[in-house]
């Protein structure tokens, strides 16, 4: 088994990092823009991403377990740096090359969700007090007519006979 497909994989998903990122950067100008109906279509989009993430994160879990499995390995982890220890310097290099790449886009991507998900918390406490605006308030809750006297029954509080 070589690290080709590992090498493979970790580039699919680089390159389906990327996209998600502009993804994102679009969702930024649609949340500016209120277009809604535009980011209903855009989230339609990122979940189609999102699976398509998942699934090459599975094949490259299962390309590294196959290598370390071919290598005598079987126990380990299936991570990036217990494939770089049964190496080559290339091929090394190459791994911690696209690690680093995607460990980057990863951070890009998670610094403009933070950002999209403020315009969203933004966005929903204006709506909270525009509708408080136009909501209707009574201005005498203790006082006035709309306070209920109590019924009077032959049964008071204060027995007098007593």
Do not use: C, W
């Not at 088994?1 to 493979?8: D, F, G, T």
């Not at 209903?40 to 398509?52: D, G, N, S, V």
């Not at 290598?67 to 080559?88: D, M, W, Y």
């Not at 933070?114 to 009574?138: A, C, E, G, H, K």
Request: hydrophobic share 40%.
């Amino acid at each position: 088994m070589s690290v080709s497909s590992i090498i493979e994989s970790l580039e699919k998903l680089i390159k389906l990092h990327k996209s998600f990122n502009h993804l994102a950067i679009r969702k930024t100008a649609l949340l500016k823009a209120n277009d809604t109906e535009a980011i209903t279509a855009l989230l339609i989009q990122e979940q189609k991403h999102m699976k398509a993430i998942s699934q090459t994160d599975k094949d490259r879990e299962v390309a590294v377990a196959d290598f370390l499995r071919a290598n005598g390995k079987a126990g380990q982890p299936a991570s990036i740096h217990g494939v770089t220890e049964l190496t080559g310097t290339v091929e090394t290099e190459k791994l911690n090359q696209l690690k680093a790449e995607l460990m980057e886009e990863v951070a890009n991507l998670k610094e403009r969700n933070t950002l999209n998900q403020q315009l969203i918390y933004q966005s929903l406490q204006f709506i909270n007090v525009s509708l408080d605006m136009f909501r209707p308030r009574n201005q005498n809750l203790n006082y006035g007519n709309s306070v209920k006297k109590p019924a009077k029954s032959g049964i008071t509080m204060f027995d007098s006979k007593a």
